[in-house]
Structures are given as C-alpha cells and as structure tokens.
C-alpha cells in the first residue's frame, strides 16, 4: 500500500437513494481541485457478479469502461466529474467478492481452514478496497458503500470499513449520508432518522467522522449542535446538502460548506490554497445561461425511468453547454410509435436520438422514426441498437429488402443485415461476454464522423453481440450509404451515415459514456449544433 494513500469511505443511511455516488464525485472534484490524486470505487451489496445481465427498470443504465467491464451507473459520475478513466477495479460487487473466495477454496488456498465471512470475506474485501491503493498513483481512494446501513447484505462492508479504520487510524476516515425528513404539518425537519442510523452504525462498531445531511431545507446552527451532540461528531461536521438545481452544481454547494477542508483536517492534512473551479465554474455559467434551446426526442424502451439512459442525458447537458443551447430532451417510448401517429408523435422535434437496448420489444416503433428522421432531414443519431436499427430500415425502404432484421429480432429473416458476431456463435453464457470495452475505429477522411472528431483513429467502448453483416456491404455502398467508421483490426462498421443529410450517423459503440464536463463528446457536440441549424 502506498504510504501517502487517505482512504474515505462513504456510506448512507435513513434510505436509498439520497446521492452517496454525487456526494463521492463532489469531494473528489474538490480534492482534485486542491492538486490532489483521487479516484473513486463503488461496491455493491448485490449478489450479481456485475449489473451487465440486470434488466435497467432493476438498477438503471450498465456503464461499461476502457478495460471492458459493466459497472454501476455510478461509475459514470465518477468519470464525468473527474474526467479520469475508471476500471474493473472501480467497481466490486458481493458477488464478485464471493465468486473469488469460493475459487481460493477450490484451488486449496485455504487448506484446512473453515472459510467464514469473518475474516475470509472481509479480508477479500479489503483487498478490492486496497488494489486502487496499491498502484500508488492516487493520494485519495472515495469508497461509496452502495446501499443504507442495515441492510443485510451490505454488513460484511461496513464490517470491512470497521477493520480498515483499526488497522489504518488516521488514513482512513466515514462520510455518513444521511435524510433530514422535514414534516410540513409541524414545519421542522426532524433529526431522529439521523441519530437511529448514526446508532446502528456503531453498533457495527463504526463512528462516522462527518455527516452529510439531505435536506429540502436549510440547517440552522440549533440542528447542528444537537445532531452533533448525539452522534459524536463536531458541529463543523454536520455538512449541510440541499436540493440542486443540477448535479453539476454540487461541487460548489460542498465548497461552500467546506466539505474538502473538513475531510482533510480528519486525515491530519493542511488545505492549503486555493480551489482550481475555473473551468467548472464555467460550464454552470454556460449552463445557467443559455443562449437558445432546442428540443431533441430520445427514442427508447425504458423511458419510464430517466437512469437507463443516464449517460445520453448527461452528454446532451455537456453537448448543449458546448453549442450554448439548453437541450431539452423529449421522452418517446418506442413501443407507441406506429406509422399512423409518428407525424403527431415527432412533431416540433429538432433532432431524433434511437437509444440503444436489446430485445424486441419497440423495435418496430425505433424503425418507423429513423425513416420519418431520413425522409423529412432531421438530425438522427443512433446508437448501438440504434445504428443496427439504421441499417435494418435503410435495407428495407432504400434497397427493398423488405424482410431485413437483426437475426436476434428474427432469427428467420431472408436478409440478415444485422448478424451475431462469429465469436459470440459458441457463447452459452450470458455475463461478461459480449463485445465490451475500449476498440479503435479508424474513421474515413471527407465524412461527417470526421469532421466532428476531426482525426483518423479514434477508441470507443463497446457493449453488443450483433454487428452490421459484411456480406450486404457493397449493397449499402452502392445504395448511397457511407461506412465512414470502421474497426481496422476486424473490419467491422462502426459508423454509418447516410449524405445529403443534414446529420444521419447511426454508431455501433456508445460515445456517451465517453463525455464529460471537460471532454463533451465530439458526436453529441456536432448532432447538437446540427440540431440548431
């Protein structure tokens, strides 16, 4: 373990989903601001080796990284704040965790021993907690324990978390998540959740250091002595998190109450000088003031809940601050678009995203809008299942082949314009073994691709099995479509566009999980200023 390595870990309570995954990115962005080396892990309490095989309604988008793991959603924040590349070990899940110690014991490495939670499982997990440690690259490891205290499973981490603060005294600190509920009937938040989950936590033996308190309302100092005195941290470190307008504001609303200083104060390091925000505070001035707007329909199958898409969302934000134009995306579920109706549903839309996805559900719907966005010049961008989509209704309506599918929509159709990949044809299992992570594409000079990225070779992450079948490519060229992007190892088509157009560009990796606030990405950036045209 690198000698100079603070880990901090971060952890909820009261209930789910109050923002442990921004809180993390926040202080991370404040202490990469100050000069430091910080990276950011999430472990996840669920019993999945990684979320590629959950459905996003269970746990919104899977985010994928350079080295081609599926991770948690949160995993995007992390990147989109830090704009630092993060990695299979960014992110840990129990089964993960289990899965490796089961294979220790098969292999005899714990011979003669009864394997028990205590310490096996919690000696695994600090060693996932440690590796980020290890390369000695970072000053600063934020370790969001996924979850609220008390739940069941997340009890070997927070067991974890109370060894490491044994072992590593003032390396180690716990940042407590936590709600102040406020009742309207009597008009006050009320502090009780609070202390009931600073309770249970040290009951597991775990004294939290700093208390960051969701709330609707602003803290006065009355709550902060009294939260304080009963869950033994200092009034200074009962941190106030109010509602934001955006997640990007954040950063600033933590700055403001001090977060960085207090942490470092903990971890016996002086906070000297001054926070480099230059540059994030422009983009929230840029985002705050927009100079138009543009209305953009996200077409997909999981609209209902806004984080299966949560990379695309995040994008156009970056996209529209870039064009300075506020991008307000329009939510069609792909499953109500009929050829009847599409007129009335895409109506008064400057652009039309295809989101990508599996399955068949809505695909239909996803065809009929990409032929409405080529025949009536609307900016179209598809993605993955998108692009695949692209190509299906190009085959079908330009090359007449009226039958052409995708053969996992269609496993019967006479022309297969989209084909599983020959590597996937002997794969039986589901997890991990789609065509993931960082591919190079080099990208065809004089075409819409590269005038936006402007360069030849470009790498993009990956998450499919299908792919554009090369034996109909001479039919698409001479149809007029280009294959402007393709993989130069394995000759596979990344890109496609269709000219004459102001923007049709259908892309088989996902640019969005690529954008960030320092990086928007060029695609999303030159769709967006297509749009305003």
């Not at 098969?106 to 907690?129: A, F, M, S, W």
Request: glycine content about 8%.
């Amino acid at each position: 373990m690198s000698i100079n390595t603070k880990y901090i870990f971060v952890t909820g309570g009261v209930t789910s989903s109050l923002g442990k995954g921004i809180i993390s990115a926040s202080l991370a962005k404040l202490l990469q601001a100050r000069g430091f080396t910080v990276t950011i892990q999430k472990l996840d309490p669920y019993i999945n080796v990684d979320p590629g095989t959950l459905n996003p309604y269970e746990h919104g988008e899977c985010y994928v990284t350079d080295d081609g793991a599926e991770t948690d959603l949160d995993l995007g924040h992390y990147e989109r704040f830090l704009n630092v590349p993060t990695s299979q070990a960014n992110n840990v899940t129990t089964g993960r965790i289990y899965q490796n110690v089961i294979e220790k014991e098969r292999k005899g490495e714990y011979l003669g021993k009864t394997v028990q939670v205590i310490p096996h499982i919690t000696d695994e997990i600090k060693n996932r907690i440690k590796i980020l440690g290890k390369t000695g690259q970072y000053q600063f490891v934020i370790t969001e324990i996924g979850g609220t205290v008390g739940d069941i499973e997340s009890l070997p981490y927070i067991e974890a978390v109370r060894q490491l603060k044994w072992e590593m005294g003032n390396n180690c600190m716990v940042i407590h998540l936590t709600l102040l509920p406020y009742l309207s009937t009597s008009g006050e938040l009320k502090t009780k959740p609070t202390q009931h989950s600073v309770k249970l936590l040290l009951e597991y033996g775990v004294q939290p250091d700093v208390l960051v308190c969701r709330s609707e309302h602003p803290i006065n100092q009355d709550i902060r002595r009294k939260i304080a005195l009963f869950c033994n941290v200092e009034p200074n470190a009962v941190i106030e998190a109010l509602d934001a307008s955006t997640i990007y504001q954040v950063p600033l609303l933590m700055e403001k109450e001090k977060l960085d200083v207090i942490v470092l104060k903990k971890l016996g390091i002086e906070a000297a000088g001054e926070l480099e925000l230059t540059k994030w505070k422009g983009f929230l001035d840029k985002l705050h003031n927009p100079k138009s707007e543009v209305k953009i329909g996200l077409i997909g199958k999981y609209v209902e809940l806004k984080d299966a898409y949560k990379s695309i969302a995040e994008a156009f934000i970056h996209a529209g601050v870039t064009n300075e134009c506020k991008v307000n995306l329009e939510w069609i579920h792909s499953e109500d678009i009929t050829e009847e109706n599409i007129k009335q549903k895409l109506e008064g839309l400057k652009g039309i995203l295809v989101a990508p996805g599996f399955g068949t559900r809505g695909i239909e719907g996803k065809i009929a809008a990409i032929k409405y966005a080529r025949e009536n010049k609307i900016p179209f961008l598809g993605i993955c299942l998108g692009m695949q989509c692209a190509v299906i209704e190009f085959a079908r309506n330009v090359l007449g082949l009226k039958d052409a599918h995708s053969r996992e929509m269609n496993p019967a159709t006479s022309s297969p314009v989209i084909d599983l990949l020959e590597n996937q044809k002997t794969i039986s299992h589901m997890g991990g073994t789609m065509r993931l992570g960082s591919y190079k594409c080099a990208v065809e000079e004089g075409t819409l691709a590269y005038s936006a990225y402007g360069k030849a070779l470009v790498n993009e992450r990956h998450r499919h099995r299908y792919e554009f079948n090369d034996e109909y490519k001479k039919q698409f060229v001479e149809a007029g479509m280009v294959l402007s992007g393709i993989n130069p190892n394995g000759g596979l088509v990344e890109i496609i566009e269709v000219p004459n157009h102001p923007f049709f560009m259908g892309v088989q990796f996902h640019p969005e999980y690529k954008s960030t606030v320092e990086k928007p990405h060029p695609l999303f950036v030159s769709f967006v200023k297509a749009t305003l045209g």
